[in-house]
């Protein structure tokens, strides 16, 4: 992966060859295949990047940044189990929520500014909350429900459409859209009382 992710072309990577590069690399330990996924999924991540740090004056990463140390934390995992684009991009939402969380918690303990995001998937209605609240509400409802936490942290941090979630989880579509509703709802109501 030397030299960035971005040297490759989506259209190298069809759907069905995303899968078999997969097992390539994590069965196998191919390389190449791990670079061809790098470029296929790199142009994906990076929006889902940008989208999150989109108007952040206060945050020091770049979305390139970002996605890069998302890559070397995947690569660096032992024991993985990826099927397909769907489940790559729910772990990159995860990966890339907690070096946000990270990020946020440095700036904090450096005596900077704190890191605002909005709590959208492509909906500007939504209020600017503080990361950290963010992490904490989202920790909570993940205890109360961690399927609902889930669609969150894929929705919101990895940018994934609705049919991705529901391929990821095994739900259909108008099921992620009503735990999707119900997810914003509480996490909205959580971070006005701030308990």
């Known amino acids: 992966m030397e030299g960035g ?10 759907t069905m060859s995303t899968r078999q590069l997969l097992r390539s690399w994590r069965s196998d330990g191919d390389e190449r295949a791990r670079d061809q996924l790098a470029a296929f999924f790199y142009p994906l991540l990076n929006r889902s990047a940008a ?5 952040e004056r206060h945050v020091s990463l770049s979305a390139g940044d970002l996605v ?3 890559f070397l934390r995947l690569v660096q995992i032992e024991q993985m189990e990826l099927c397909d684009r769907a489940h790559f ?11 946000l ?20 998937s492509s909906m500007a209605s939504d209020p600017r ?7 904490h509400a989202l920790l909570r409802l993940g205890a109360l429900d961690p399927e609902l936490a889930e669609i969150v942290e894929m929705r919101y941090f ?38």
């Open 5 to 14: 992710l971005a040297g490759g072309s989506m259209s190298v990577v069809s």
């Open 89 to 99: 991009m729910a772990l990159a939402s995860r990966i890339m929520r907690r070096l």
């Open 129 to 135: 909350v503080d990361l950290q609240l963010l992490e």
């Open 158 to 195: 990895g940018g994934m459409s609705v049919a991705d979630v529901a391929e990821a989880t095994g739900k259909s579509e108008p099921t992620v859209r009503r735990r999707w509703t119900v997810a914003r709802v509480w996490l909205v109501s959580a971070l006005e009382s701030k308990d």
């Open 68 to 70: 890069q140390e998302a």
């Open 101 to 120: 969380i990270d990020h946020a918690r440095a700036k904090r303990a450096d005596k900077r500014d704190h890191h605002r995001v909005t709590l959208t």
């Open 51 to 55: 989208a999150l740090l989109r108007g």
